[in-house]
């Protein structure tokens, strides 16, 4: 197995080309690809990142298996380095986030063929939290016991399996608020919860309020947790990620609101693929939900419990709320 580390250097200059018309299609020819003998497959970390080089490397070396081929994995800086690596063909396939999954579609000309199915579902919420329960609970703190005993707290609803829930709380948020999200290009720690808002209780998520960035959907539940900021969001339930580092995390921090049902992250191949060695890259990730080590590097890497095929329209739902951002990426 081999691992890029470069691509995010090298997708931010891509950037700066195309941005200032310094593209050239010279060498991109417009040949439709089969499969090639080593394929890079492109990630953004959503935990530790030394682990996630790591659990990357295994899921790689299972898909090559299915596909005959070695699969390099490289991990880029965030969703808007992935997506100029693969527009710059410097990545053949990407997992990106809902939001970041489109602007793939749309910048990169990628195909995105599945997406992840986690607790039986393909779609999940952002989580509202808060470490001060007595300005943004209406109603009483409950708590939920998981399949291990840890205890998680929730109000104003918001245990609830599908959002919206808790609408009423997030109009409580005064501007100049502090929260803590998770990076700009993330649908559940920014696009969603950002537009929620703004429906919500009309503020501007760019001026009206301060935003910091924790780089990762953990670490937003720390700045809540270590009082950085009285609100934070992050996809549902992020909390029993930090429960090593902070053992109380679960109930310090209680789930106040959630955000309207979002598609899950998932799949895009290069759209200079042909038809049948997109397949075939469909095909063995596909395969790799039907046998037990394929399926435990899927959940090792992103929590993966299932593959299904992307529905189009939810994805389409995802570029809209996008769009609120202009070409923010």
């Not at 707290?153 to 245990?159: D, K, P, S």
């Not at 998932?266 to 596909?286: L, M, P």
């Amino acid at each position: 197995m081999k691992r890029s580390a470069g691509i995010a250097v090298a997708a931010a200059a891509a950037l700066a080309l195309t941005a200032c018309g310094g593209g050239t299609d010279e060498g991109s020819g417009s040949e439709e690809r089969d499969v090639p003998e080593t394929l890079t497959l492109g990630l953004v970390p959503s935990q530790d990142q030394d682990q996630l080089v790591e659990d990357a490397e295994v899921l790689g070396d299972l898909l090559g298996e299915e596909l005959g081929v070695e699969v390099e994995t490289s991990v880029s800086t965030d969703y808007a380095a992935l997506v100029v690596a693969m527009q710059t063909e410097q990545a053949d396939i990407g997992m990106f986030g809902p939001v970041a999954l489109v602007q793939a579609v749309d910048q990169a000309d990628a195909e995105a063929v599945l997406q992840a199915v986690r607790y039986g579902s393909s779609t999940y919420h952002t989580q509202w939290m808060t470490n001060d329960p007595d300005t943004y609970c209406l109603d009483e703190v409950v708590t939920e016991t998981d399949d291990d005993g840890t205890e998680f707290a929730f109000c104003n609803g918001a245990e609830a399996v599908e959002g919206p829930t808790g609408e009423d709380a997030l109009a409580l948020i005064e501007q100049g608020t502090t929260i803590s999200f998770v990076e700009e290009g993330s649908a559940s720690g920014y696009y969603y919860p950002a537009t929620q808002l703004a429906e919500v209780q009309g503020i501007d998520p760019l001026t009206d309020i301060t935003s910091i960035f924790a780089g990762g959907h953990p670490n937003s539940v720390l700045n809540v947790v270590r009082g950085d900021a009285p609100i934070g969001v992050s996809f549902n339930d992020a909390r029993a990620e930090v429960l090593e580092e902070e053992p109380d995390a679960g109930t310090e921090v209680v789930v106040f609101a959630s955000s309207p049902e979002i598609p899950n992250d998932g799949v895009a191949v290069a759209g200079s693929f042909s038809d049948e060695a997109t397949q075939r890259i469909t095909d063995a990730f596909v395969a790799l939900t039907e046998s037990e080590e394929g399926l435990a590097a899927l959940d090792a890497v992103y929590g993966i419990e299932g593959l299904e095929p992307a529905d189009l329209d939810a994805l389409d739902a995802a570029r809209q709320v996008a769009a609120n951002f202009g070409d923010a990426e």
